[in-house]
T-cell receptor
Framework: ETGVTQSPTHLIKTRGQQVTLRCSSQSGHNTVSWYQQALGQGPQFIFQYYREEENGRGNFPPRFSGLQFPNYSSELNVNALELDDSALYLC???????????FGEGSWLTVV | GIQVEQSPPDLILQEGANSTLRCNFSDSVNNLQWFHQNPWGQLINLFY???GTKQNGRLSATTVATERYSLLYISSSQTTDSGVYFCAVYASGAGSYQLTFGKGTKLSVIP
């Protein structure tokens, strides 16, 4: 139990649609990061939010966007879904940018 | 960017056996963490270990930052240890907010 919760746990979308994934961070944590994990691979960094501002981004196109709210919860939005977006999406929270981070259970996205 | 390599990629153990997993990284790091991912996808923190040695029950880890590697030791393995073990690092330097993961070691412990 890491205290990081994600929703939904599983979802199926059609190519071209949009999806919103949600994350509640561990109590007291002000930093949220999102990662994409394709089957058989390690997680890849999408972006990080600190106090509602994006302060780091990986090699993902602009159709991947996010928000962090005043209570430090966060959303990941993906527009114009592609088949390759099918993956496990992991949210992680931490106190500050490079401290120990704790992951949620993830959201499994399938794009058909 | 920083490269993280883990070995071996796959490992099969008899219950009760010991094992050593290795993580090599290509540059200096601020932070190194070991995770265990269970079959349902949950990543569980095992160790935060940018340098030195730590132990937690049957698990221990050692990071030698100057030589750019870390080792995870599992003793008296149990079937519940099965899953994928990831090493992940934050590179040193300003603006390095991304945790870079290796490809993992898939461990299967058989009764």
């Amino acid at each position: 139990e890491t205290g990081v919760t994600q929703s939904p746990t599983h979802l199926i979308k059609t190519r071209g649609q949009q999806v919103t994934l949600r994350c509640s961070s561990q109590s007291g944590h002000n930093t949220v990061s999102w990662y994409q994990q394709a089957l058989g691979q390690g997680p890849q960094f999408i972006f990080q939010y600190y106090r509602e501002e994006e302060n780091g981004r990986g090699n993902f196109p602009p159709r991947f966007s996010g928000l962090q709210f005043p209570n430090y919860s966060s959303e990941l939005n993906v527009n114009a879904l592609e088949l390759d977006d099918s993956a496990l999406y992991l949210c992680a929270s931490s106190l500050g940018g490079r401290n120990t981070i704790y992951f949620g259970e993830g959201s499994w996205l399938t794009v058909v | 960017g920083i490269q993280v390599e883990q070995s071996p990629p796959d490992l099969i153990l008899q219950e009760g056996a010991n094992s050593t997993l290795r993580c090599n990284f290509s540059d200096s790091v601020n932070n190194l963490q070991w995770f265990h991912q269970n079959p349902w996808g949950q990543l569980i923190n095992l160790f935060y270990i940018p340098s030195g040695t730590k132990q937690n029950g049957r698990l221990s880890a050692t990071t030698v930052a100057t030589e750019r590697y870390s080792l995870l030791y599992i003793s008296s393995s149990q079937t519940t240890d099965s899953g994928v073990y990831f090493c992940a690092v934050y590179a040193s330097g300003a603006g390095s907010y991304q945790l870079t993961f290796g490809k993992g070691t898939k461990l299967s412990v058989i009764p």
